[in-house]
């Protein structure tokens, strides 16, 4: 018996090793296929009549590169072999362009040392070029060629380079540039696109600074084309290039490298953009439909698994997940069973008003892994519900998606309706918000879209500062907070509530003087360096003087007590004068802008400034009271004299007014309390053009702080007290006196909300007195008594 089991496992050895022997030949054997000539390939191959690209005689060592070009048919005399020295000849044949629309499988040969896949900042990045500063080159257009023509640009592309072009990070001197951006548009890089541009691989070799893609970011939006739509089939090489990148995958991403951008539409905006849809935080949130979605359906192929699923969730009710087949010129010949119902089903609901009812919005992959629905469900305020398996969500993993949006597993689609029913009340709304703080922040414009891409980038440098989490998740969002202001999220307003914070205690009193009146007791400019002497919460004056007239003694002051008075010069020293003019970008620099009084000064160490003007007349109350009232809002401009904006049909332009209405959404910086912050984004982050604008008419520069800080809080400015009249006009000859003021300044306004994109002011209707003031009891109860006599001036 025991000789029987043994001979029986001895026969089942013998017949596996066997198996294994002959199999595993065969199997090699076929791999071997592979590389071999298409006469040996098997028939049903052949059969197929596909064209594939196969590179093979790879030489590592050099730079002779042999590309051979399979092409194969059913019959022997179509097949032909076709030898190519360097890749980059394949995209100036003909034949290889035309091919290439049918299922191609492109693989990118680097002729570098280091891998694609390896690409990290240390191996491919050059840190030298960045320590002076952050600057960007971008490529000037290229020539026109023997037809009279230059390469095409798409108006999207066309807009990130007006956006780079148009900011602080530009420069025009390659030397100085830390990254190089292309004048040669790569964001459509499917071959069946009208927008592709052709000879990339050509073009990229005569770029002076290319160096392999050293220092250089590559927009895109599409690569790969019908069916496989590889992930990096670009048609070039990129190099050691940073790609900045739509749809990118865990799989191909180089993490601490590329960026993933999201896909945006042909109209997308270049600046600001559409604002959030979402008008009212109602709790909870009740919307007619719970999970929706309207869209194309793929009858086969990529992305077509996930979409032809949707009708099992689809109740007609609160899940209304309705597709069509009925797109592309071929639609007829490939639809399917299904495709006449669900047609019906889909002229049944319109898309807007689905995106505007629902609280979850379904985003599935398409052909590829990135959706333009993600970013209208953003703005719409309807959380997104992912089904595109490892798709890396743009701006990772800065943005803590978890925050905004669902991620479902399109291997487990029946279970996306339990997931979004068992969300609370309470999250909800939480992420409805971040909906619209993230797409406001980073997502309603391309210029936006550009910024973080380059301020992610920053980021990575060695010794620049790493912005918190908190910074990016929360309002205003990275691009509005500097890291190199501070490194503590005390110092900047909008984080102190936030955190628990109250200001820093007492303020700075900044007087701007530009006329320049004889100092003395009866000067506007002395009394009002008395009111503020008498303050209890003042820290330090500073007279900013921008005069003509001589600068006069500290004795012709009065006398301060313990608190420091200093008068400081537009142009105190050489240094001062080259940050002047570089950074409020001065046109003549024989006249200092006027935007000097917001210039950030080492003596100013308070949160809190009091930005004066030297013929202003406030009382000693008053400037506390409005202290007082600006510790509550420490984001916000808190002072007097108040204007506002409208927009005038007749003219189809903003305009500008000083009269009494019943709102107002500017507050005059001549006597007004805002955070020191915004001091240093003033100088350090508005436009040149906005600045110029400022520096070219010697006015608006109060306009341009108060459009900045809405811009930034999403919030008006705050009056306090029935103050109208704040100047002395008798003791000072104002260059507001001009007739054309008014004028000139309706003229800014209009020039700003060309560079920012929209109207950032807010209007309000809100003024904050005194308690009790004017109440009908005993002055003796009142704490501010003195702010009962300013009568209306």
Request: proline fraction near 5%.
């Amino acid at each position: 018996m025991q000789a029987k089991k043994r001979y029986i496992l001895v026969v089942l050895s013998c017949a596996f090793l066997a198996y294994c022997y002959f199999g595993g030949y065969r199997i090699k054997k076929l791999f071997n296929l592979a590389g071999s000539s298409p006469e040996n390939l098997p028939s049903y191959v052949l059969s197929q009549n596909r064209i594939n690209y196969h590179s093979s005689k790879y030489n590592v060592n050099g730079n002779n590169h042999n590309f051979i070009l399979y092409k194969y048919g059913n019959s022997k005399d179509n097949n032909r072999i076709k030898h190519y020295k360097d890749i980059d000849d394949l995209y100036e044949i003909p034949e290889y362009n035309r091919l290439k629309a049918s299922d191609h499988h492109y693989h990118s040969h680097q002729k570098s040392n280091v891998n694609f896949n390896e690409c990290t900042m240390e191996t491919c990045f050059d840190f030298t070029k960045c320590y002076d500063d952050f600057l960007v080159y971008v490529y000037p257009s290229e020539p026109v060629n023997s037809l009279g023509t230059t390469p095409p640009v798409s108006a999207n592309y066309q807009k990130i380079l007006t956006a780079i072009v148009e900011s602080r990070y530009y420069t025009t001197d390659p030397e100085k540039a830390c990254l190089f951006v292309l004048a040669i548009d790569t964001l459509d890089r499917d071959s069946l696109s009208e927008d592709l541009v052709r000879n990339v691989p050509q073009r990229l070799q005569r770029l002076p600074y290319w160096n392999n893609g050293k220092n250089h970011i590559i927009f895109n939006l599409y690569s790969g084309t019908w069916p496989s739509y590889i992930e990096l089939g670009l048609g070039f090489d990129p190099g050691q290039a940073i790609l900045a990148k739509a749809s990118m995958s865990t799989q191909t991403m180089r993490h601490g490298f590329d960026v993933s951008i999201p896909l945006f539409h042909k109209h997308f905006p270049l600046r600001s953009g559409h604002t959030g849809m979402i008008t009212a935080n109602n709790f909870p949130v009740n919307k007619k439909y719970l999970l929706a979605f309207k869209g194309k359906r793929y009858v086969h192929g990529i992305g077509s698994e996930t979409r032809n699923s949707l009708f099992h969730l689809h109740n007609g009710k609160d899940i209304v997940m309705v597709t069509t087949c009925r797109h592309g010129k071929s639609w007829r010949e490939l639809q399917d069973g299904r495709c006449d119902e669900d047609n019906r089903e889909y002229d049944r609901y319109d898309y807007e008003t689905i995106l505007q009812n629902s609280t979850f919005c379904l985003v599935p992959r398409g052909r590829r892994l990135g959706s333009f629905r993600f970013l209208e469900a953003l703005q719409a305020g309807c959380i997104p519900v992912l089904l595109s398996n490892s798709w890396v969500l743009p701006f990772s993993p800065h943005i803590d998606w978890k925050q905004a949006a669902i991620w479902g597993d399109e291997r487990l689609l029946l279970q996306v309706v339990d997931i979004v029913r068992s969300i609370s009340p309470s999250k909800i709304m939480a992420m409805r918000q971040q909906t619209q703080i993230l797409w406001e922040r980073y997502f309603s414009s391309i210029e936006k879209i550009v910024f973080t891409t380059l301020e992610i980038i920053r980021e990575r440098l060695p010794d620049y500062p790493v912005r918190k989490g908190l910074i990016w998740n929360t309002s205003p969002g990275s691009l509005l907070t500097l890291p190199t202001f501070s490194d503590n999220l005390r110092d900047f307003p909008f984080y102190l509530d936030v955190l628990g914070y109250e200001p820093r205690s007492n303020y700075t009193a900044v007087v701007f003087v530009q006329v320049g009146q004889a100092i003395n007791p009866s000067s506007a400019l002395y009394k009002l360096v008395k009111s503020i002497t008498k303050s209890q919460f003042v820290n330090r004056i500073l007279i900013l003087w921008a005069a003509d007239q001589k600068v006069p003694s500290r004795k012709r002051f009065p006398s301060t007590g313990h608190i420091p008075l200093h008068i400081v010069t537009s142009l105190n020293s050489p240094q001062q004068q080259m940050q002047t003019h570089s950074s409020i970008g001065a046109t003549d620099e024989s006249r200092p802008s006027i935007s000097q009084r917001f210039q950030p000064h080492p003596l100013i160490e308070t949160d809190a400034i009091l930005s004066l003007d030297e013929d202003a007349i406030l009382n000693t109350e008053e400037i506390d009271f409005a202290y007082n009232v600006w510790k509550s809002f420490p984001e916000r401009i808190v002072g007097f004299p108040a204007r506002a904006h409208f927009y005038d049909d007749s003219k189809n332009s903003w305009g500008y007014t000083s009269k009494w209405t019943n709102y107002y959404s500017i507050v005059l910086t001549g006597a007004a309390f805002y955070h020191r912050y915004y001091n240093y984004l003033y100088t350090n982050f508005l436009s040149h053009l906005l600045l110029k604008t400022v520096q070219q008419s010697s006015n608006c520069e109060d306009i341009l702080m108060n459009m900045m800080v809405s811009h930034v809080t999403r919030k008006p400015p705050i009056k306090v007290t029935q103050r109208k009249a704040y100047k002395d006009r008798d003791s000072v000859r104002s260059p507001w006196n001009d007739p054309d003021h008014f004028i000139q300044r309706q003229s800014c306004l209009n020039t700003f909300v060309a560079v920012f994109g929209y109207m950032p002011l807010l209007k309000s209707n809100m003024r904050l007195d005194p308690v009790l003031y004017k109440d009908a009891v005993s002055n003796l109860r009142k704490k501010y008594r003195q702010i009962e006599l300013v009568g209306k001036r």
